[in-house]
C-alpha cells in the first residue's frame, strides 16, 4: 500500500510538472523515481539465503506437559538482515514462537519455545513465516516454510489408585484353577507341545531348558471386564462460571481449581482416562464407550497398544453428542456380560439412564457411577433425585465437585459400602 501511495505521488508530481514550470519539480521526481529503486532492490535482496529450521522434540504430548522446540534462522547473505519478523502459525493454544530478530551476515539465531499444553486435542505446529522489507516499508516481502506436524495431546491423568474396583465375580481368588484355552495373565505351567497347539503359546526359555518345545497353559482369569462409558451428550455438560467476586456459583468457598479442569467435559475425560490407566496398570481388561457426535467404542482389552488408543480417542471427543446416555446403555447392553463391570461417568442427572442402568444390574453385570456435579459448576438441576435412585438400588455412586482432586474424590471411604454417594 505505500508503494502504490508513492507511485500516485510520483504520477502527480509528473502531471503537476507539465502544468507548472518549476525547476524543482523535476528535482523530486527524480529523488522519488530513485528511493522507489532502491527500496524496491532492498526488498528483493531482504530475504535472499534466509533458511529456517524447526526442531521439534516430539509429535505426542499430555495436558500438563510442556512442549520444547528450537527455531532456528540462518543468514547464508554477505550482509547482514537488519529486521526479520518471524510469525509462527501453529494451532496449539499458548504456543509463542514469532520474533523479530537481526541475523549478522553468514551467520544465525536460534531460540527454544517452551510451551504448557492446556487443551487436549489434535493441534497442527507450523507452518512458519518470514517478513521483511525495505526500511521504509514501500514493498514488503515474505517468504513462508510450508513445513508442519500434527501434535496430539493427550488428556491429562491422575493417580487414582485409591479407587475401588470390582473383584471378580468367579471363585478361585486371583485364578481360577481351570485350564483355559485362551491366553490369559495367569500361567498355570508347562507342558511338552502336541501338534495343534498354537504357536504363540511357546515358552521359548523352558524349550530351550528342556530341548523340545514346550507349551504353556494358562488358568482362567475371573477379573471382570472394566467398561468406561463417558457420557458426551451436549446439553447436559457445563462449563465452570465464576462471579465476579471469585466465589462458586452454589456460593461455597471457592476453590483453586486446576485450570484445564474447568468443565464438566474435561472432568470426565480426565476420570475416564486415569481409570482406564489404572485398569491396564494392574492387569485388566477395559474398554470405553464414549457417546460423543461420532459414537466411539473402543473393545475391552488390556494389550500395551489399548492405552495408547484409548488416550488417543479421548484427546479428541468432545461434547457434541446427541444421543441421551439411557438410550447409549440400552444399544450397548449386548456388550455387557455378568463377568462384565460397567462404570458410568457423567454429568445427566436425568434419572431415566439410571433406570436403564438398574436394568442392567438386573442382569448381573455390576456397575459403578461417577457423577461430576453440574451444579458445581454452573447454574444446574440437582443431582439429589438420581444420587437417591442409584443408592436405593444399590449402585456405587461417587461424587466429584468443581475443584475437587480427582484422586482424592475416587478414594474409598474406609468402612464405606457399596451404595454410598461420596460428598466432596
Known amino acids: 500500500?505505500?508503494?502504490?501511495?508513492?507511485?500516485?505521488?510520483?504520477?502527480?508530481?509528473?502531471?503537476?510538472?507539465?502544468?507548472?514550470?518549476?525547476?524543482?519539480?523535476?528535482?523530486?521526481?527524480?529523488?522519488?523515481?530513485?528511493?522507489?529503486?532502491?527500496?524496491?532492490?532492498?526488498?528483493?535482496?531482504?530475504?535472499?539465503?534466509?533458511?529456517?529450521?524447526?526442531?521439534?522434540?516430539?509429535d505426542r504430548a499430555q495436558v500438563g506437559q510442556r512442549l520444547r522446540e528450537r527455531i532456528r534462522v540462518r543468514n547464508g547473505g554477505r550482509f547482514a538482515k537488519l529486521w526479520l519478523e518471524v510469525r509462527d502459525y501453529s494451532t496449539l493454544p499458548g504456543h509463542r514462537a514469532s520474533r523479530v530478530l537481526h541475523v549478522a551476515g553468514r551467520g544465525s539465531v536460534a531460540w527454544d519455545v517452551e510451551t504448557e499444553c492446556a487443551r487436549r486435542g489434535r493441534f497442527r505446529i507450523g507452518p512458519l513465516a518470514v517478513r521483511s522489507g525495505d526500511p521504509f516499508g514501500l514493498f514488503p516481502t515474505r517468504l513462508t516454510v510450508p513445513e508442519s506436524h500434527e501434535l496430539i495431546v493427550y488428556p491429562a491423568t491422575v493417580d487414582v489408585s485409591g479407587f475401588a474396583f470390582p473383584q471378580g465375580t468367579l471363585a478361585g481368588g486371583s485364578?481360577?484353577?481351570?485350564?483355559?484355552?485362551?491366553?490369559?495373565?495367569?500361567?498355570?505351567?508347562?507342558?511338552?507341545?502336541?501338534i495343534g497347539d498354537a504357536y504363540n503359546r511357546i515358552s521359548w526359555p523352558a524349550t530351550a531348558r528342556a530341548g523340545r518345545l514346550m507349551i504353556k497353559e494358562f488358568d482362567l482369569d475371573p477379573t471382570a471386564d472394566i467398561w468406561l462409558v463417558l457420557d458426551l451428550e451436549r446439553q447436559v455438560h457445563r462449563a465452570a462460571v465464576r462471579r465476579r467476586d471469585g466465589a462458586a456459583t452454589n456460593a461455597q468457598p471457592a476453590p483453586v481449581p486446576i485450570p484445564w479442569l474447568d468443565s464438566t467435559e474435561e472432568y470426565a475425560v480426565t476420570i475416564v482416562a486415569s481409570l482406564a490407566r489404572r485398569c491396564l496398570e494392574t492387569g485388566r481388561k477395559v474398554g470405553v464407550i464414549a457417546t460423543g457426535a461420532h459414537h466411539e467404542v473402543i473393545a475391552a482389552d488390556r494389550s500395551d497398544r489399548q492405552g495408547v488408543k484409548i488416550l488417543e480417542t479421548l484427546a479428541v471427543v468432545r461434547s457434541d453428542g446427541e444421543q441421551p446416555l439411557a438410550e447409549t446403555l440400552l444399544a450397548e447392553a449386548r456388550r455387557f456380560t455378568r463377568q462384565s463391570t460397567v462404570i458410568v461417568v457423567t454429568p445427566s442427572v436425568d434419572e431415566a439412564w439410571a433406570s436403564a442402568l438398574v436394568g442392567l444390574t438386573g442382569r448381573r453385570v455390576r456397575a459403578s457411577v461417577i457423577l461430576v456435579e453440574p451444579e458445581s459448576f454452573a447454574p444446574a438441576p440437582s443431582a439429589l433425585m438420581v444420587v437417591g435412585r442409584l443408592i436405593a438400588s444399590g449402585i456405587s455412586t461417587t461424587l466429584v465437585k468443581h475443584g475437587d482432586?480427582?484422586?482424592?474424590?475416587?478414594?474409598?471411604?474406609?468402612?464405606?459400602?457399596?451404595g454410598r454417594a461420596r460428598y466432596g
Open 1 to 58: 500500500m505505500g508503494a502504490f501511495k508513492v507511485v500516485v505521488l510520483v504520477l502527480a508530481i509528473v502531471a503537476f510538472a507539465q502544468i507548472n514550470d518549476w525547476p524543482y519539480l523535476d528535482e523530486t521526481l527524480a529523488a522519488v523515481v530513485a528511493l522507489l529503486v532502491v527500496a524496491w532492490i532492498w526488498s528483493r535482496l531482504s530475504l535472499r539465503g534466509v533458511g529456517l529450521v524447526r526442531e521439534t522434540a516430539t
Open 175 to 194: 485364578a481360577t484353577e481351570r485350564r483355559n484355552p485362551v491366553v490369559t495373565q495367569s500361567v498355570a505351567g508347562i507342558r511338552e507341545y502336541v
Open 405 to 418: 482432586e480427582i484422586g482424592a474424590a475416587l478414594t474409598a471411604i474406609p468402612g464405606s459400602v457399596a
